[in-house]
């Protein structure tokens, strides 16, 4: 029995009329589950149009009525996290520990967004000139959309509709036809919550929905989250279709391993970071590039490390790591493996070489040490359970190749040393830096954000950008002089 899983237009599920549908897997056991309804024009027409209705009327909706619909969604969003855990975990494969996780931290997003009476609060000048006050005021942009990645269907959309909504905007979510059903899930929470129909919709759908998004003439921004070269794409074609574009790209997270590091903990950290979620996080650690005699140390702790790791079914409450979310990207992964072997890399420990079900979309852990800037496994983004060690003799060797890399999302340090941590994140060239921390995704009263070709656009995703990228400044310049004072003066005006 494969469940149908539509769109959520004007409150409530709505069967797509394109016949066009993609099918969703239980990644942990490769059967078929579902089919995702893939939109069409008209689709899309029915769902602008809702929400543009429904954008109209929330952004009249005082301060304190958005406020207590942010609230009841936080509440409800907090109580009923076991269920929506359950369905990442069902769709995406990701253990369930894991999906609680990327839900918390989803969570927080909407805690920011409770205070958005302060966050909207804009500047007041009395008597900028004589008799006459300056005020700027932030208003929403109106119909805004978010395009989403695979891995992670609760968090990333609540990066974005959080702000959205709480600014006054109507919200159309584009989730990723591999794992759909966590949006629906979201889109009952914000109605349970009270929020007004069409403010929240949900748009399923592939490359058709996005370019109707991208060229819609009603949707006024666009959020995009996924791979650097769809991230491109967005950001071209959204902007020269007029709109504001925030468009997040891949990753190739380094970690830098001082000689002075703690190894057992860092080796601790390297592990976690690499394989948790089997590497499918923008902010995995991909590269560990250690310094000096660090090198067989951290090789030998990570290797010793690997044997341990319980890779299961997610739902499996023992899993630690879960499958991979379809077949034909843990294919890509495991080629990936044989093209660092066959120039060069020593294979330490190889994820290929494993006893998992072959039914579901599995693939075990790799280390690959001896790893150069040249091989593809250095250079791609793999997004799997892949660990490449480079090898640097000093620091500014280390920081050298993290700054020369194509991406620069995030980036960690490992050291004892306070000094040379400080000249790290004064010098190294990424949005995220961790010092001693290896997934540094910033909490949501900071922003999330890369350099390089892992952002397009100017402001990073959520936070107080969040807020600026969902609402457009105005300026109001005003007095109340005595009529009888008015005369005609044709000069420029100016401040007296
Ligand atoms: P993806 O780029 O394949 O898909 C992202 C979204 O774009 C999906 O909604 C998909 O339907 C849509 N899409 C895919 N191909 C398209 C096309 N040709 N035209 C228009 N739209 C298209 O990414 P993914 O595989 O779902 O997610 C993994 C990627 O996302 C990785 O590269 C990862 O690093 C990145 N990611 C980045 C961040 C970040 O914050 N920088 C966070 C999470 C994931």
């Given at each position: 029995m494969t469940s149908q899983i539509s769109h959520w237009i004007d409150g409530r599920l709505t069967p797509g009329t394109s016949g066009r549908t993609s099918p969703v897997y239980n990644p942990a056991t490769g059967v078929q589950t579902g089919e995702v309804h893939l939109a069409n024009a008209a689709d899309l027409a029915k769902a602008v149009a809702s929400a543009k209705a429904a954008a109209a009327e929330w952004r009249r909706a005082s301060l304190s009525k958005r406020t207590a619909v942010l609230f009841k969604f936080r509440e409800l969003l907090h109580a009923r996290t076991p269920e929506l855990a359950a369905i990442i975990t069902a769709e995406h494969g990701k253990v369930l520990s894991d999906a609680a996780g990327e839900i918390a931290r989803g969570l927080e997003n909407a805690e920011f967004a409770c205070g958005v009476p302060h966050l909207l609060k804009g500047g007041f000048s009395e008597q900028a000139a004589t008799g006459v006050d300056v005020y700027s005021i932030r208003q929403p942009l109106g119909v805004v959309a978010g395009i989403t990645p695979f891995n992670f269907p609760a968090m990333v959309p609540l990066w974005m509709c959080a702000n959205a909504i709480a600014c006054g905007n109507a919200f159309i979510l584009k989730p990723s036809e591999k794992d759909p059903s966590a949006s629906l899930f979201l889109a009952q929470l914000w109605k349970d919550a009270g929020?007004?129909?069409?403010?929240f919709t949900v748009l399923q759908g592939d490359k058709e929905a996005v370019d109707g998004l991208l060229t819609h003439p009603d949707i006024a921004a666009v959020s995009f989250v996924g791979s650097t070269p769809i991230a491109r794409y967005i950001y071209e074609t959204g902007t020269a279709n007029g709109k504001r574009v925030q468009a997040l790209g891949g990753a190739k997270n380094h970690m830098v391993v001082l000689p002075d590091a703690d190894i057992d903990m860092a080796a601790d950290a390297a592990v976690s970071a690499a394989y948790g979620a089997a590497g499918e996080r923008c902010m995995a650690i991909s590269v560990a590039v250690a310094v000096g005699d660090a090198g067989d140390k951290l090789v030998e702790a990570i290797a010793a490390r690997l044997p341990k790791l319980r890779i299961g079914d997610g739902s499996d409450p023992d899993s630690e790591m879960g499958p991979l979310i379809t077949r034909e990207h843990r294919d890509k992964v495991a080629d990936y493996i044989r093209q660092g072997a066959e120039a060069g890399a020593a294979v330490v420990v190889d994820g290929r070489d494993n006893d998992l079900p072959t039914d579901g979309f599995f693939l075990g852990v790799t280390l690959l040490d001896h790893v150069t800037p040249d091989m593809s496994v250095y250079t791609d983004?793999?997004?799997?359970p892949v660990l490449c060690v480079v090898r640097a003799e000093t620091y500014a060797e280390a920081v050298e190749l993290v700054n020369k890399h194509e991406y620069g999302n995030g980036v960690a340090i490992y050291t004892r040393d306070g000094g040379a941590a400080r000249e790290f994140q004064f010098e190294v060239e990424a949005g995220m830096v961790g010092v001693n921390v290896p997934i540094p995704v910033p909490v949501a009263y900071y922003a999330f954000g890369g350099w390089k070709a892992s952002l397009f656009g100017d402001t990073h995703m959520y936070g107080p950008d969040g807020i600026h990228f969902y609402t457009r400044g105005k300026v109001v310049t005003s007095r109340w002089p005595d009529p009888a004072t008015s005369t005609i003066d044709l000069g420029f005006p100016q401040t007296r």
């Open positions: 929020l007004p129909d069409g403010v983004e793999i997004f799997g």
